[in-house]
């Protein structure tokens, strides 16, 4: 980016919240004041060490200082114990933890996350003599961790454990209560539910790791939430505190009108309360996210009290090759009789004897899993149910047993938390995955509610039944998914509630049992309808979540990779097997089922074999040649807020939390893991200083009248809370620094402007002026070269393309090109038609403009634009375009309008109609310009100033983070942004620098002119924009040639009605002498009242500035 300071920014220095110039922030080091001498410096760490030794260490810059420090520590302990580097996903969580921020991981099956847990535990005793307490679901996975624990060499003494043998003597329980109380122990590990029954025993506010290893199983008991915050030092008054908080917002958020003064209530609350929290908090809670949604409210404390939600995010890492076979079912829909599934899984475990995994639809139940294991058993094989396994762990890895066999469901064991990488080949599913949904309304609320959600689709497909039900059954959704958060219990104890309840049952209960709607369910290629004597009708679907968590167990992360394994479906339901295709694409486009056979098995299996090898290799301690990084996590920067919310819905339900005073969102894509979060537009301007060799905000080195270089200094922007409050955007900035410390990389990105191909265009291509569409240029320019693909989007670089524009005065004139840029969509476009005919069709989130009450260019989105409002159209246009023009487009031009403002060469324009375009893929435009516009069609079109937007984050961002890079979208689509995120490229300092100029330029004409009026006619208050004073040049200069060319004559009489308003009457002539004559002629003027009545008036228009000055002069008895 060149040798010479670009900029300075004000309050950005890492070390002492000073001024930094850009080429500090670049090198990641502190200011020349804290670090005069750079000599000797060869980065960041050499940096650290010298401001550590002069005792100058401080602030940011101390804490990233410290936090490498403890990284590289945690990095070569991590070595020492598991001979690989933890994963950057394993080192992003650390850096969080050291920071103190407590959160949810996010991650697929096989990442780490338990090793992660337990090595950091083991790190924090050894390193920091500081106490960890490790929380499973089950007494098998407390047994695993204390094996891994000591296979990692803790010493037995470290760990004080619960729950792995239910035999132990009551002088052995007595005895570990006792060290339990004591604090004798540096990690602690038991199950959840000894948590529950034994909270008054464990010590609290000593653990500086609290970590949940399965969240699902832990939230069942919803207490569970208050014994988590009591381990982290937090009091039963906290709690209450945070729970009335929650309850109040509940409250608003359904109250019809709400007043600024309730909003700024709860804000205060929330404030105290954050603050008494950080206070209070004496470690770090990290627990694994949830597969299934958490129910109840008090699960909104993490969010309160750590800032953290817990969620049920779309997350599968997976090498998975997922195969069927459907032969059993002999033209039929669906077979009862498992018996031949049962043969096939007896053959093929023998051809494939180690590592099976054997998963029962739930909807069979586990009486089925204990026939299936006696059968198999009985053909001569060893296979054990799972709820035997952990007596038979290591017959199982010696291959003595050949299959383990479990419920195909998130909550088996066998389906989560079993991880033995160097095991495990394949999964075999007898029946499709299936979850069973009773239509009796009498059962529990939630198992309704599943079965409405089964269904709606099917009524949505029928325009009839859609018309007649749609919004009854949105309607039942929403109040079921209510009081599915309600214990039965609670429901018998409420006889308001009961009532309301019985009455939704009876409603679903009628709309159920209508014979229309089960023959449309019994019609479904995706959902059985199944009878039964005994339960009556129930709908079977598809079990997704229970196929990929169960299936995940054969392809596992290690160092060298992910293991690949091999999942067969064997398809007993036509339907449910249908519904399995079906939903397996929400998380993963990639996930395909192939026949079986259309399989090499031979090859597959060594494959298969040769991975276990490797990983069994690892587990000895061989190191692999090649370490392979499989997931990234990496920072999203968008403007909005709302299109960081956008982005991180395509990829599921995303986890939230609070990072400083920004909302962060956690998703996952495929090999990178994202945090998105927003820097709500711009973050720094010019700051007001003019004193010294700072000229507006702006340092001149040497001589003002022959300088020799500009360098800007930047504040951050001042904003206005909804409260009313002015604060700076320092928080939000110091808030993205801190979010990106976390992280492996930054990508940052701007909002997208579009346009479609049959919007005209005057452009000048090499020097010949031409008026054609977008898309007939665009292809022009294809041919002659220059083109490169980015992000999935046609780049053109033309060597010398101009395109008409307005620029700061509001002239308008050819302005170079930098770009002309093509991409296809599938999105809704809007044809906006104005008052003269004018048109144009562009995306949702391309900018138009509108004047705002400074008579500034505004952008605004045709979604944000009713039919009435107006927006900005040219006048003219260069004088060698006109003649190319079609005389009807030249009248539309000049047509005058009796409403709206003009300024310079442009002027705005009612508009008539808003149209939203039906959905089709097409090809759309944009341009890349010096002025950030440009005219279709004879409308001003925005160019954004990302570039600028982007860097200003990029240079602050810099010493927390240095791995940044851009991403450019211009669409909003998850395909759009799945080829940004894949494709970031390099700042292009050139716009950054276009956009700076102008900036400069805005500031210095506007303020020296200001001051320039002020002075001359001794009026402190007079001021003149950057693009008020070239309009008031622009009305002297008409008015001049006005009035050397055109005479007009006024005349003023007093009022009868003696209401202190003057008539005046004027008369206009083309020639000046005529207006003379006629003046000299005049010899009175005679004005009658013919009528008297009352009329509604509408409200004028805004004024144009002939009609401001004529007015001002007739009510205000002001001088022109």
């Given at each position: 980016?060149?040798?010479?300071?670009?900029?300075?920014?004000?309050?950005?220095?890492?070390?002492?919240?000073?001024?930094i110039?850009?080429?500090?922030l670049?090198?990641?080091?502190?200011?020349?004041?804290?670090?005069?001498?750079?000599?000797?410096?060869?980065?960041?760490d050499?940096?650290?060490?010298?401001?550590?030794?002069?005792?100058?260490?401080?602030?940011?810059?101390?804490?990233?200082?410290?936090?490498?420090v403890?990284?590289r520590?945690f990095?070569n302990?991590?070595?020492?114990?598991?001979?690989?580097?933890?994963?950057?996903?394993?080192?992003?969580?650390?850096?969080?933890?050291?920071?103190?921020?407590?959160?949810?991981?996010?991650?697929?099956?096989?990442?780490?996350?338990?090793?992660?847990?337990?090595?950091?535990?083991?790190y924090?005793a050894e390193?920091?003599?500081?106490?960890s307490?490790?929380?499973?679901?089950?007494?098998?996975?407390?047994e695993?961790?204390?094996?891994?624990?000591?296979?990692?060499?803790?010493?037995?003494?470290y760990?004080?454990?619960?729950g792995?043998?239910?035999?132990?003597?009551?002088?052995?329980?007595?005895?570990?209560?006792?060290?339990?109380?004591?604090?004798?122990?540096?990690?602690?590990i038991?199950?959840?539910?000894?948590?529950?029954?034994?909270?008054?025993?464990?010590?609290k506010?000593?653990?500086?790791?609290?970590?949940?290893?399965d969240?699902?199983?832990?939230?069942?008991?919803a207490?569970?939430?208050?014994?988590?915050?009591?381990?982290?030092?937090?009091?039963?008054?906290?709690?209450?505190?945070?729970?009335?908080?929650?309850?109040?917002?509940?409250?608003?958020a359904?109250?019809?009108?709400?007043?600024?003064?309730?909003?700024?209530?709860?804000?205060k609350?929330?404030?105290?309360?954050?603050?008494?929290?950080?206070?209070?908090r004496?470690?770090?809670?990290?627990?694994?996210?949830?597969?299934?949604n958490?129910?109840s409210?008090?699960?909104?404390?993490?969010?309160?009290?750590?800032?953290?939600?817990?969620?049920?995010?779309?997350?599968?890492?997976?090498?998975?090759?997922?195969?069927?076979?459907?032969?059993?079912?002999?033209?039929?829909k669906?077979?009862?009789?498992?018996?031949?599934?049962w043969?096939?899984?007896?053959e093929?475990?023998?051809?494939?004897?180690?590592?099976?995994?054997?998963?029962?639809?739930?909807?069979?139940?586990?009486?089925?899993?204990?026939?299936?294991?006696?059968?198999?058993?009985?053909?001569?094989?060893?296979v054990?149910?799972?709820?035997?396994?952990?007596?038979?762990?290591?017959?199982?890895?010696?291959?003595?047993?050949?299959?383990?066999?479990?419920?195909?469901?998130?909550?088996?064991?066998?389906?989560?938390?079993f991880?033995?990488?160097?095991?495990?080949?394949?999964?075999?599913f007898?029946?499709?995955?299936?979850?069973?949904?009773?239509?009796?309304?009498?059962?529990?609320?939630?198992?309704?509610?599943?079965?409405?959600?089964?269904?709606?689709?099917?009524?949505?497909?029928?325009?009839?039944?859609?018309?007649?039900?749609?919004?009854?059954?949105?309607?039942?959704?929403?109040?079921?998914?209510?009081?599915?958060?309600?214990?039965?219990?609670?429901?018998?104890?409420?006889?308001?509630?009961?009532?309301?309840?019985?009455n939704?049952?009876?409603?679903?209960?009628?709309?159920?049992e209508?014979?229309?709607?089960?023959?449309?369910?019994?019609?479904?290629?995706e959902?059985?309808?199944?009878?039964?004597?005994?339960?009556?009708?129930?709908?079977i679907?598809?079990?997704?979540?229970?196929?990929?968590?169960?299936s995940?167990?054969?392809?596992?992360?290690?160092?060298g990779g992910?293991?690949?394994?091999?999942?067969?479906?064997?398809?007993?339901?036509?339907?449910?097997?249908?519904?399995l295709?079906?939903?397996v694409?929400?998380?993963?486009?990639?996930?395909?089922?192939?026949?079986?056979?259309?399989?090499?098995?031979?090859?597959?299996?060594?494959?298969?074999?040769?991975?276990?090898?490797?990983?069994?290799?690892?587990?000895?301690?061989?190191?692999?040649?090649?370490?392979?990084?499989?997931?990234?996590?990496?920072?999203?920067?968008?403007?909005?807020?709302?299109?960081?919310?956008?982005i991180?819905?395509?990829?599921?339900?995303?986890?939230?939390?609070?990072?400083?005073?920004?909302d962060?969102?956690?998703v996952?894509?495929g090999?990178?893991?994202?945090?998105?979060?927003?820097?709500?537009?711009?973050?720094?301007?010019?700051?007001?200083?003019?004193?010294?060799?700072?000229?507006?905000?702006?340092?001149?080195?040497?001589?003002?009248?022959?300088?020799?270089?500009?360098?800007?200094?930047?504040?951050?922007?001042?904003q206005?809370?909804?409260?009313?409050?002015?604060?700076?955007?320092?928080?939000?900035?110091?808030?993205?620094?801190?979010?990106?410390?976390?992280?492996?990389?930054?990508?940052?990105?701007?909002?997208?402007?579009s346009?479609?191909?049959?919007?005209?265009?005057?452009?000048?291509?090499?020097?010949?002026?031409?008026?054609?569409?977008?898309?007939?240029?665009?292809?022009?320019?294809?041919?002659?070269g220059?083109?490169?693909?980015?992000?999935?989007?046609?780049?053109?670089?033309?060597?010398?393309?101009?395109v008409?524009v307005?620029?700061?005065?509001?002239?308008?004139?050819?302005?170079?090109?930098?770009?002309?840029?093509?991409?296809?969509?599938?999105?809704?476009?809007?044809?906006i038609?104005?008052?003269?005919?004018?048109?144009?069709?562009?995306?949702?989130?391309?900018?138009?403009?509108?004047?705002?009450?400074?008579?500034?260019?505004?952008?605004?989105?045709?979604?944000?634009?009713?039919e009435?409002?107006?927006i900005?159209?040219?006048?003219?246009?260069?004088?060698?375009a006109?003649?190319?023009?079609?005389?009807?487009?030249?009248?539309?031009?000049?047509?005058?309008?009796?409403?709206?403002?003009?300024?310079?060469?442009?002027?705005?324009?009612?508009i008539?109609?808003?149209?939203?375009?039906?959905?089709?893929?097409?090809?759309?435009?944009?341009?890349?310009?010096e002025?950030?516009?440009?005219?279709?069609?004879?409308?001003?079109?925005?160019?954004?100033e990302?570039?600028?937007?982007?860097?200003?984050?990029?240079?602050?961002?810099?010493?927390?983070?240095?791995?940044?890079?851009?991403?450019?979208?211009h669409?909003?689509?998850?395909?759009?942004i799945?080829?940004?995120?894949?494709?970031?490229?390099?700042?292009?300092?050139n716009?950054?620098?276009a956009?700076?100029?102008?900036?400069?330029a805005?500031?210095?004409?506007?303020?020296?002119?200001?001051?320039?009026?002020?002075?001359?006619f001794?009026?402190?208050?007079?001021?003149?924009?950057?693009?008020q004073?070239?309009?008031?040049?622009?009305?002297?200069?008409?008015?001049?040639?006005?009035r050397?060319?055109?005479?007009?004559?006024?005349?003023?009489?007093?009022?009868p009605?003696?209401?202190?308003?003057?008539?005046s009457?004027?008369?206009?002539?083309?020639?000046?002498?005529?207006?003379?004559?006629?003046?000299?002629?005049?010899?009175?003027?005679?004005?009658?009242?013919?009528?008297?009545?009352?009329?509604?008036?509408?409200?004028?228009?805004p004024?144009?500035?002939?009609?401001?000055?004529?007015?001002?002069?007739?009510?205000?008895r002001?001088s022109?």
């Amino acid at each position: 980016m060149g040798d010479k300071v670009k900029a300075i920014f004000e309050k950005a220095c890492p070390n002492c919240g000073g001024p930094i110039s850009d080429k500090r922030l670049q090198l990641g080091l502190p200011c020349s004041k804290c670090l005069p001498k750079v000599e000797g410096i060869e980065d960041q760490d050499t940096a650290c060490v010298r401001l550590k030794e002069e005792k100058n260490l401080k602030r940011d810059f101390k804490e990233i200082c410290d936090l490498k420090v403890e990284e590289r520590e945690f990095d070569n302990f991590f070595w020492s114990i598991h001979k690989s580097h933890p994963w950057s996903l394993q080192k992003a969580w650390f850096k969080r933890f050291y920071l103190g921020r407590s959160f949810a991981l996010l991650a697929p099956t096989g990442i780490g996350k338990t090793t992660f847990g337990l090595t950091l535990s083991y790190y924090l005793a050894e390193k920091k003599n500081k106490k960890s307490y490790l929380i499973f679901p089950t007494r098998l996975l407390v047994e695993q961790a204390i094996n891994k624990l000591r296979k990692m060499g803790v010493p037995e003494e470290y760990m004080l454990y619960f729950g792995e043998k239910p035999s132990l003597t009551k002088k052995q329980r007595e005895e570990r209560l006792k060290r339990l109380q004591e604090g004798d122990f540096k990690i602690l590990i038991s199950t959840s539910m000894f948590l529950y029954r034994n909270i008054e025993h464990i010590p609290k506010g000593v653990f500086s790791l609290v970590f949940v290893d399965d969240v699902d199983s832990f939230l069942k008991t919803a207490k569970n939430i208050d014994k988590a915050l009591y381990l982290l030092g937090f009091t039963e008054r906290d709690i209450e505190w945070a729970m009335k908080i929650i309850r109040l917002r509940k409250e608003l958020a359904q109250k019809p009108n709400v007043s600024k003064e309730e909003w700024e209530k709860l804000r205060k609350e929330e404030e105290k309360l954050k603050r008494h929290a950080e206070r209070v908090r004496k470690g770090v809670l990290i627990v694994s996210s949830a597969t299934s949604n958490p129910r109840s409210e008090r699960i909104k404390l993490f969010r309160e009290l750590l800032g953290f939600e817990v969620g049920r995010p779309l997350f599968y890492l997976r090498n998975v090759v997922d195969a069927y076979e459907d032969k059993f079912l002999g033209g039929k829909k669906s077979v009862e009789d498992h018996k031949p599934l049962w043969d096939f899984v007896a053959e093929f475990v023998k051809e494939h004897p180690k590592g099976g995994l054997i998963y029962v639809s739930q909807d069979r139940g586990k009486e089925e899993v204990d026939r299936l294991v006696e059968y198999l058993n009985s053909k001569g094989l060893k296979v054990v149910s799972y709820e035997e396994m952990d007596k038979h762990l290591e017959e199982y890895e010696r291959g003595e047993v050949n299959a383990l066999v479990g419920i195909a469901s998130y909550r088996n064991p066998l389906a989560r938390g079993f991880d033995m990488p160097h095991v495990v080949r394949y999964a075999l599913f007898v029946g499709v995955p299936k979850l069973k949904f009773t239509l009796k309304v009498e059962e529990h609320i939630s198992h309704i509610l599943w079965a409405l959600v089964a269904i709606r689709p099917l009524i949505a497909k029928d325009k009839e039944l859609r018309e007649r039900y749609l919004q009854k059954l949105d309607r039942w959704i929403e109040r079921l998914r209510k009081y599915s958060y309600l214990s039965e219990e609670f429901i018998e104890r409420n006889e308001r509630l009961k009532e309301i309840i019985e009455n939704l049952r009876n409603e679903v209960r009628e709309f159920i049992e209508n014979p229309e709607i089960l023959e449309r369910i019994k019609e479904s290629d995706e959902i059985t309808l199944r009878w039964d004597e005994k339960e009556g009708y129930s709908l079977i679907v598809a079990d997704v979540t229970g196929y990929l968590q169960a299936s995940g167990r054969t392809s596992r992360l290690y160092a060298g990779g992910l293991t690949k394994g091999f999942s067969l479906v064997l398809v007993d339901d036509v339907k449910a097997f249908n519904n399995l295709q079906k939903k397996v694409k929400w998380f993963s486009d990639e996930i395909e089922f192939i026949p079986l056979k259309e399989v090499d098995l031979k090859t597959l299996f060594e494959e298969i074999e040769k991975d276990r090898q490797k990983v069994e290799r690892f587990l000895k301690g061989e190191v692999p040649e090649e370490v392979k990084e499989l997931i990234k996590p990496v920072l999203v920067i968008v403007e909005s807020p709302n299109k960081a919310r956008t982005i991180a819905n395509f990829f599921g339900k995303p986890l939230r939390r609070r990072v400083g005073e920004i909302d962060v969102m956690e998703v996952s894509l495929g090999d990178k893991f994202l945090t998105i979060t927003a820097s709500a537009g711009h973050v720094y301007d010019l700051i007001k200083k003019n004193e010294g060799n700072v000229f507006h905000g702006v340092i001149v080195e040497g001589d003002r009248k022959n300088p020799k270089h500009f360098i800007p200094i930047y504040e951050p922007i001042e904003q206005e809370t909804p409260e009313g409050e002015i604060r700076t955007k320092e928080e939000i900035i110091e808030s993205l620094r801190q979010a990106g410390l976390e992280v492996a990389e930054v990508y940052i990105g701007t909002d997208p402007d579009s346009i479609t191909g049959d919007s005209k265009v005057l452009v000048k291509v090499n020097g010949e002026v031409k008026h054609l569409t977008v898309e007939e240029l665009f292809e022009q320019l294809k041919e002659e070269g220059n083109v490169s693909l980015r992000n999935g989007h046609e780049y053109i670089e033309p060597k010398d393309l101009q395109v008409v524009v307005v620029d700061r005065d509001y002239r308008v004139r050819f302005g170079k090109a930098k770009y002309l840029i093509r991409h296809k969509v599938r999105k809704p476009i809007y044809r906006i038609t104005t008052q003269s005919g004018r048109e144009i069709k562009i995306t949702g989130d391309h900018s138009i403009f509108r004047l705002d009450e400074n008579l500034n260019l505004q952008e605004v989105k045709p979604t944000s634009l009713r039919e009435g409002d107006f927006i900005v159209v040219n006048e003219t246009l260069p004088e060698e375009a006109v003649k190319l023009l079609d005389p009807q487009e030249v009248e539309k031009l000049k047509a005058e309008t009796s409403e709206g403002r003009k300024i310079g060469d442009i002027r705005e324009e009612r508009i008539t109609k808003i149209e939203k375009l039906p959905l089709e893929e097409q090809y759309v435009y944009d341009f890349e310009t010096e002025t950030q516009n440009f005219v279709a069609n004879n409308i001003l079109c925005h160019n954004t100033e990302g570039e600028k937007i982007a860097w200003d984050l990029y240079e602050v961002l810099k010493p927390y983070q240095p791995n940044i890079r851009r991403m450019e979208f211009h669409e909003v689509t998850k395909r759009a942004i799945i080829e940004a995120i894949h494709n970031p490229r390099e700042m292009d300092i050139n716009l950054v620098e276009a956009q700076m100029v102008r900036r400069i330029a805005d500031r210095w004409v506007g303020f020296e002119l200001s001051r320039l009026l002020q002075e001359h006619f001794k009026k402190p208050w007079l001021s003149a924009g950057r693009v008020q004073t070239p309009v008031l040049g622009w009305v002297i200069e008409r008015d001049k040639l006005y009035r050397t060319k055109k005479g007009a004559v006024f005349v003023y009489l007093p009022n009868p009605e003696k209401d202190k308003r003057r008539v005046s009457v004027s008369w206009e002539f083309e020639d000046k002498k005529l207006a003379k004559e006629f003046f000299k002629n005049l010899q009175a003027v005679e004005v009658k009242i013919t009528d008297r009545r009352e009329e509604e008036k509408k409200p004028a228009p805004p004024f144009t500035t002939d009609a401001m000055l004529k007015e001002a002069s007739e009510k205000l008895r002001f001088s022109a």
